[in-house]
């Protein structure tokens, strides 16, 4: 496979021709900030929160779906792209009901961490205080919709890596919203085989393991790598 | 089936047209003001007269001025009937015999009709639609006949691409380039695919094209086709358009039965079918990655591009993907050579563009113009102005992806380029002429409500964006704004522009952003009146 070499950031980088840009950069070291994008499954290009600018291209790029090619300059850091990311992030904490001091992923939930990393000290917007349901039907887990994103990260792992395609999105616009099944309750859906997938891949405390109170459910997303590797390549490595 | 079978069919059908012709609009904005009965009555009103050997009464698709329907032509030569109910048909019919008609004359050579170039809407309101025949007769299906047994594919990439034309469906994009990239492409199966799904509100030339000459875009369809190298073709129509539906169904049951679609094309070896997909009314369904993927059978939400269709469409395969109006220009172009369609129009955007003129204008309807035409013609001589001596404020091109342009930039010729430079866009045609009593926040309000309503949800700053958006245009609306208010305005506008997935995020904030640059100082008005309520009842 052809290498390509471009710059990110200024720094010399090479990368396979099939590699993202957000890939490539992570091989660098340099991290740009994500949320929809999650190894092992298909990417989306949905919270574009990894945009980037690209010299000579007048539009901006999400890193994580577009490829690397020969001579691209990448710039993953800029005013405009900082101020972006921080309304972006305002924006998600403006949409739905997340009050972190109470919630299961508080201190382990990458919606803060990006909020940390854009630097958002407040929320500029109105807060739309939706009224949302939390279901805990299922016998192991519950799904807390206030909390999620709607990054569709639970839809992928689960359909892609399990194969149950339990998780869906109906509605559109910020009518958005998660369902199980025909859009039944969780713990009716017969597809669902309680894998507990979908609680490693959830970005924050939306769907979690029953029992666990504030703080306690840490999310270890190195096992999804795991299953893919082993999958795809044969390899039993973590 | 071959180009002697078409003349044959042309022939017959032209000898067995009865001496005189009335032609009665059966497209769907007559046929809500009665339009079959006013037929049925015209029909029987010939056969009460004894003329039936003479006259015959033909429901045609469009003749354009909508506002002045039901339509009623009487051929050759004689007049035209407006806002005609089924009460006056004895009396038009009485009126061959020479009585005098008491139906309500129009005039035929006013603006509204004198000015129009038709190319697309050449046939619309002349044949009838529902009869194969009748498309022939005109020539219809020629153009596809010399193609597929006398062109090779590229050269049909070549003429579409010398002619000029650019994608009617509102970003403009050379049609002859997307379909040579199709063809250069080595696939297994390829695709074409109409889109029909025509959301923009106030919008209905696709409709309308579809519904008075369905044939048309068939073929259209069938020459893409073979110049790309597929086999298969969808219309994708919104469910809204139950008569475009059925007329495209019926003409494509007659296309097969001739031989014209379906296996050997005009005993060719080319393979042409196509296949009706009947959308659910999403607007976001209309952006083409979307489309395909409700076509697919799946959620209808946009995906990022690259890969464009052209690349990885539909299932994966290379697909064409185009517009009502654009195919509908094909068989034109094939008839009278590129040179001829790149003779009308300006430098960059050639051809014409069908219109529909909406709002607070006099003659409401389709209009088909040469690109280039100055806006002041379009509205003011076409359109004939607002109504009972009002004044134009702006007209609302390119519907909730489009701007206002304010009256005073009328002389602006309408083209891609010269349209975008006022910050609105060409779009599919949707026109909508406001006056001096539309506020231009409400504008902008009404717009995004729509966005947001029609934002899939997929992407955060669509989203979410458009919602904080709407929140602030009612805050100021509603005398509850703040002069800051107007900056967050302007930021997030920008940010739910340059960062969107799709063309429907990526666009939502022009109406504001364009009212913003014209009108800046009636959003202030709201903002520094105690009560923006107060104030803009006031002003009404
Ligand atoms: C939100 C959105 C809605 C759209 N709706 C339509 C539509 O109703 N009809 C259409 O022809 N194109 C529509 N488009 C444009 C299509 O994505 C595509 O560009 C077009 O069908 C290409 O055809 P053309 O090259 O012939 O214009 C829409 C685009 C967006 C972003
Ligand atoms: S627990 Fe497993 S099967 Fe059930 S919804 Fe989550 S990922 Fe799907
Ligand atoms: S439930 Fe979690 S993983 Fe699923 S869409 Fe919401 S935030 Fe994302
Ligand atoms: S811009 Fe709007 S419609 Fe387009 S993908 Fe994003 S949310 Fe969906
Ligand atoms: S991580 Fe790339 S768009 Fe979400």
């Known amino acids: 496979m052809a290498v390509k070499t471009l710059t990110i950031d200024d720094k010399p980088v090479s990368a396979r021709e099939d590699q993202t840009i957000l890939e490539a950069a992570r091989e660098a070291g340099i991290g740009i900030p994500t949320l929809c994008q999650l190894s092992g499954v298909a990417n989306l290009g949905a919270c574009r929160l990894c945009l980037v600018e690209v010299a000579g291209v007048p539009k901006l790029l999400p890193a994580c779906v577009t490829l690397v090619q020969e001579g691209m300059q990448v710039f993953t850091n800029t005013e405009r792209l900082r101020e972006y990311r921080k309304m972006i992030v305002e924006l998600l904490f403006a949409e739905r009901n997340h009050v972190c001091a109470v919630c299961v992923a508080n201190g382990h939930c990458e919606l803060q961490n990006l909020a940390i990393a854009v630097g958002m000290d407040h929320v500029r917007y109105s807060y739309r205080f939706p009224k949302l349901e939390v279901d805990t039907t299922h016998e192991k887990f519950g799904i807390d919709h206030n909390r999620c994103v709607l990054c569709a990260r639970c839809v992928r792992v689960c359909d892609e890596i399990e194969g149950a395609h339990t998780w869906d999105i109906a509605g559109r616009g910020a009518k958005s919203h998660i369902i199980s099944d025909m859009n039944v309750p969780w713990g009716s859906a017969t597809s669902c085989t309680s894998c507990g997938k979908c609680v490693q891949a959830c970005p924050t405390g939306a769907i979690f393991k029953l029992g666990a109170t504030v703080a306690e459910q840490i999310k270890d997303r190195t096992r999804l790598d795991f299953i893919v590797t082993a999958r795809e390549k044969k390899q039993w490595v973590g | 089936m071959d180009l002697s079978d078409l003349q044959e069919i042309a022939q017959k059908e032209n000898a067995a047209a009865k001496p005189m012709r009335i ?37 045609v698709g469009c003749m354009g001025l909508c506002s002045q329907g039901p339509l009623v032509q009487i051929d050759p030569d004689g007049p035209l009937y407006e806002k005609v109910t089924p009460a006056d048909a004895p009396s038009i019919i009485a009126s061959l015999k020479g009585e005098k008609c008491k139906a309500r004359v129009g005039d035929p050579t006013i603006p509204f009709f004198s000015k129009q170039v038709p190319i697309v809407l050449e046939n619309s309101g002349r044949i009838n639609p529902e009869r194969i025949e009748s498309y022939i007769a005109v020539g219809g299906y020629q153009p596809l006949c010399h193609v597929v047994r006398e062109m090779q594919p590229l050269e049909v990439c070549d003429l579409i691409t010398n002619s000029g034309l650019r994608g009617r469906g509102g970003a403009g994009y050379p049609t002859g380039l997307k379909w040579a990239t199709v063809a250069k492409t080595d696939a297994e199966r390829k695709f074409v695919v109409c889109n029909a799904d025509e959301g923009d509100p106030g919008a209905f030339m696709d409709r309308s094209v579809l519904e008075s000459d369905p044939h048309r875009v068939l073929e259209g369809m069938a020459i893409a086709a073979y110049a790309v190298g597929a086999s298969q073709g969808y219309v994708y129509v919104r469910g809204e358009y139950p008569l475009a539906i059925s007329r495209l169904k019926t003409a494509i049951a007659q296309a097969r039965r001739l031989g014209i679609l379906g296996t050997g094309v005009f005993e060719t070896r080319f393979d042409f079918r196509v296949d009706i997909r009947i959308g659910a009314g999403a607007f976001v369904c209309g952006e083409e990655t979307a489309l395909m993927r409700s076509i697919e059978g799946q959620r209808g939400t946009p995906r990022p591009r690259p890969p464009f269709p052209a690349a990885r469409g539909l299932w994966g395969y290379p697909t064409v993907i185009n517009n009502v109006e654009t195919l509908a220009n094909v068989p034109a172009i094939v008839r009278n050579g590129a040179e001829w369609f790149a003779s009308i129009g300006t430098e960059k955007s050639k051809g014409t563009k069908v219109f529909a003129l909406a709002g607070k204008i006099t003659n409401t ?139 429907l995020g990526q666009s939502a904030p022009n109406p504001v952003l364009s009212t913003l640059r014209y009108y800046r100082h009636e959003y202030d008005a709201f903002i520094t009146a105690k009560s923006g309520k107060a104030e803009a009842e006031a002003n009404a």
């Open chain 2, 23 to 59: 032609r009665c609009c059966t497209a769907a904005g007559c046929l809500s003001q009665d339009g079959q009965a006013l037929k049925k009555a015209l029909d029987e009103a010939v056969a009460a007269e004894g003329l039936s050997d003479k006259v015959e009464v033909v429901g």
């Open chain 2, 365 to 503: 309807g389709l209009i088909e113009v040469p690109m280039g035409t100055p806006l002041k013609t379009i509205v003011e001589e076409m359109g004939g102005g607002v109504p009972d001596g009002g004044k134009v404020k702006a007209v609302q091109t390119g519907g909730p992806s489009g701007g206002c342009i304010p009256a005073e930039r009328f002389d602006t010729p309408v083209d891609y380029e010269s349209l975008a430079q006022l910050g609105s866009i060409m779009g599919s045609g949707g026109m909508i002429v406001m006056d001096e009593k539309d506020n231009m926040v409400d504008v902008a309000r009404f717009f995004m409500e729509f966005c947001m309503d029609e934002s899939c949800g997929k992407c955060v700053p669509c989203r979410a964006g458009t919602v904080q958006i709407y929140e602030i245009l009612t805050k100021i609306r509603e005398g509850r704004g703040k002069p800051e208010d107007l900056e967050v305005l302007r930021e997030l506008c920008d940010m739910v522009k340059q960062t969107s997935l799709c063309g």
